[in-house]
């Protein structure tokens, strides 16, 4: 129920931005800003290009406000558009040189800290640490896993939605799914 | 319930029920079933364990100048000679389509229920026979005036003789 009321809202604002509307575009943009961007960023692992893509990602829904029909859920037209532009980013980026650059990015990449108390230095080592495992996990992932895990995992998506942001199939999802997990499972079975 | 592993059916729920999203009718029975099966109880508490490792990646809040970033390159598009002309009078024309749907909507009904001013054949009949008679009467109207015309000058012919 809750869904389909974000549903209705979502569209019936994007069907105002198709009427000229630029105050609906920025009540979708507030809306949507920070998960696209943390959703590109730990697609692409980089937080400038992941800005980039997520501006892009904006400006290809403002441009094509004309020719918006309501037909399915805002977020899955928006996601896929983001999946999108970072699965070609991935494809086209993927080369030594970036490899080389995402392992020496590990000291200078900030770990956010939601302690209650203020940890000690010991500590933050040790959770950095943990943070680059994941992230080089995540990182190991074929490109449609790694999107279907982090869709389902961060963004809470359903596994119809996943399937109709990556174009597939409701069962495809599933067996993504379980593969990339399969592969999490293994590479941190030691993380406690 | 059958083994979700061994079967290869609803794998789904087991990932569902490890993170904790499953619905209660299905949770309770995933429990019954991993209570007493080794393999899965394996499988969820590797499948925590990844949950929990992903639920420490935090990320970095968005830039500040993100929405100002974008909105310079929106305004950086080139606007089509169409948007030129017709973005501006959109406020108009949404306005003005009702309107006019209205309007026509209105003559339409009156065209429709108007008293029409069609002719019966009996009456075009007679309209065509009064026109016929008025046209004869006027064509000997015109003869009999003509023939005065004639008769004048010899009248006046005449009448300077006799003097």
């Avoid at chain 1, 983001?82 to 200078?108: C, P």
């Avoid at chain 2, 009999?144 to 004048?152: F, G, I, K, S």
Wanted: charged share 30%; hydrophobic share 40%; with cysteine.
């Amino acid at each position: 129920m809750g869904a389909s009321v974000a549903l209705d809202c979502d569209a019936e604002l994007m069907l105002r931005v198709k009427d000229g509307d630029g105050a609906s575009f920025s009540l979708l943009l507030g809306k949507y800003r920070a998960s696209v961007c943390h959703f590109l960023y730990r697609m692409v692992q980089d937080q400038a290009v992941s800005e980039e893509l997520a501006q892009e990602v904006f400006l290809r829904v403002y441009k094509s406000r004309e020719t918006y029909e309501a037909t399915a859920k805002f977020t899955t037209w928006l996601y896929r558009i983001a999946t999108h532009l970072a699965l070609n980013w991935l494809r086209d980026e993927r080369n030594e040189r970036r490899q080389e650059r995402l392992d020496q990015g590990t000291e200078d990449t900030p770990v956010r800290e939601v302690p209650d108390r203020v940890p000690s230095v010991e500590q933050q080592m040790v959770h950095a640490l943990k943070v680059e495992e994941v992230r080089h996990a995540v990182a190991s992932l074929p490109d449609k896993q790694r999107a279907a895990v982090l869709m389902h995992k961060y963004e809470e998506m359903e596994y119809s939605q996943i399937a109709k942001v990556l174009s597939c199939s409701e069962s495809a999802v599933k067996s993504l799914l379980f593969r990339a997990y399969e592969t999490l499972r293994v590479r941190l079975a030691h993380m406690a | 319930m059958d083994c979700p592993i061994r079967t290869d059916e609803n794998t789904d729920w087991l990932l569902e029920y490890s993170a904790g999203r499953l619905d209660r009718e299905h949770a309770a029975l995933m429990a019954r079933h991993v209570q007493t099966c080794q393999e899965c109880a394996r499988f969820v508490e590797g499948q925590q364990r990844v949950w929990n490792a992903l639920s420490q990646w935090g990320v970095d809040p968005v830039s500040a100048g993100f929405d100002r970033r974008l909105y310079r390159a929106i305004d950086a598009q080139p606007v089509s000679w169409k948007d030129r002309i017709f973005r501006p009078l959109q406020p108009f024309w949404r306005r003005a389509i009702p309107l006019a749907a209205a309007c026509l909507l209105i003559v339409v009904g009156v065209v429709l229920h108007a008293p029409q001013a069609t002719l019966t054949p009996a009456a075009s009949q007679a309209a065509v026979e009064k026109n016929e008679a008025e046209q004869v009467e006027r064509t000997l109207d015109d003869m009999q005036m003509l023939r005065e015309l004639e008769m004048t000058p010899k009248q006046e012919e005449n009448t300077s003789k006799s003097l």
